[in-house]
Structure formats: structure tokens, C-alpha cells
């Protein structure tokens, strides 16, 4: 009897185990238990396609955008091709949306809904797709910057991201300042836009969620954001 109460004793604890550390990462700032890495440039494979280093994940990004105005409609639209060499080998990543606008004498009267999708090979897990959406957010935040919302698939798990300031100015003057990326409702990395230079923090070494974040943080920074031009 006494041997059965310890198994039970001993099942419980392993159970709850994984809820006291994430209970204990959610408390401490997400800042304070990720790693900061500024964005580097490097020599890319043409002028076109220019290159990039973040901590250990290297690559090139082609980012573009382009915008049709009528005078009654506009709408823009956004592109972007990569290639990030990550641990596991080279993930390929190929990005496209935008959003319209009806317009009359240069006044916005209705906004269609933002969209920006990313499909990935190479190395990327079979399940890999980013989805990014126009997010309601709260009046505090859609004050301080547009809302933007999505999601990652990378082997079976899915990441979330939300527009969110993570240093700088208070507000962004229309721009997109930054993301966080979450899992299970914890704050695990992100991207800071707020800046002279992009600034990401991902995981720690050795961290099983440190390249599906670099990866869904190095394409939310290729976005070329409609608000942010």
C-alpha cells in the first residue's frame, strides 16, 4: 500500500513538474530569459538578395513591395524569398500578402483585412506555414501601433505572435514597432523594430524552440509592412 501511495506521489510530481516551470517562466520578463542578438548584414549571393546574421542563423532575404492606387480603391502588396541556414540545414521561405484600402477623395472608408502567409522548405519540417493577420488589439494598443496577429506551424507545435513593444518609444507614430512570439500562452522571443537596426531574442542554446523562433522572428522582419512604409 505504502509503495503504491509513493508511485502515486512520485506520477504527480512528474505531472506537474512541466506546469511549475512554466508557471516560473511566465513570471520572469521574457527579455531576462532570452538571448538578445542584434542584426548584422553580410555579403549576400547579389545586390538583390543581401545577406544577414543573427547569432548563429545566417542567410539572405529579397524583400519587396509594391502598391496599386486608383481613385477610388488602393492596395498594397508585399513579398519576400529567404533562405536561413539554421543547425538542422537550410530552410527556404517564400512570403506573400497585403491588404486594400476604398478610398474616396483621400479619405480611408474601409479597410480590407491585412493578410501574409509563408511557405517553407528545405529543412523545414513538413508542417512548417506562417499565417499574419490584422488584429483588433486594444484602444491603448492600436493607439501606440497597428495590430497584427499569427501563428507558426514547425513540427506539430504552434507558435503565436502578436504586435507588441518590446523597447524604444512608447509609440511608433503608425509603424509596426515589434512582435512577441509565444507558446502555450508563454512569452518566448520575439523581434524589436523599435530601432536603428532590428533586434531579436530567441531561446537559449540548445532550446528545442530556439530555431522554429528564429525562424518565424526573421520572417515577421522581412514583412514589409504596409503601415511601416
Known sequence: M?????????????????????????????????????????????????????????????????????????????????????????????????????????????????SYDCEYGGAAPADAGMGLALARGSILRRIQQPQRAGSLMWNGVEYRTETRRIGGLPFGGGSVMGYVITRDGIEIGGVDLNGMRPTFYLPPAGSTDRDAVAVFAISLWAFRDPANR
Open 2 to 114: 505504502l509503495a503504491r501511495l509513493v508511485a502515486i506521489a512520485l506520477a504527480a510530481l512528474t505531472f506537474a513538474a512541466p506546469v511549475l516551470a512554466s508557471a516560473q517562466d511566465a513570471a520572469v520578463p521574457m527579455r531576462d530569459r532570452t538571448e538578445r542578438i542584434g542584426l548584422s548584414g553580410r555579403r549576400g549571393p547579389s545586390l538583390f538578395r543581401p545577406g544577414f546574421a543573427i547569432g548563429e542563423y545566417t542567410g539572405w532575404a529579397s524583400m519587396r513591395d509594391s502598391a496599386v492606387n486608383l481613385p477610388w480603391q488602393s492596395r498594397d502588396f508585399a513579398t519576400a524569398e529567404l533562405s536561413i541556414a539554421t543547425p538542422a540545414g537550410e530552410v527556404t521561405g517564400n512570403c506573400g500578402g497585403g491588404q486594400g484600402h476604398r478610398n474616396i477623395l483621400g479619405i480611408t472608408f474601409d479597410r480590407e483585412t491585412l
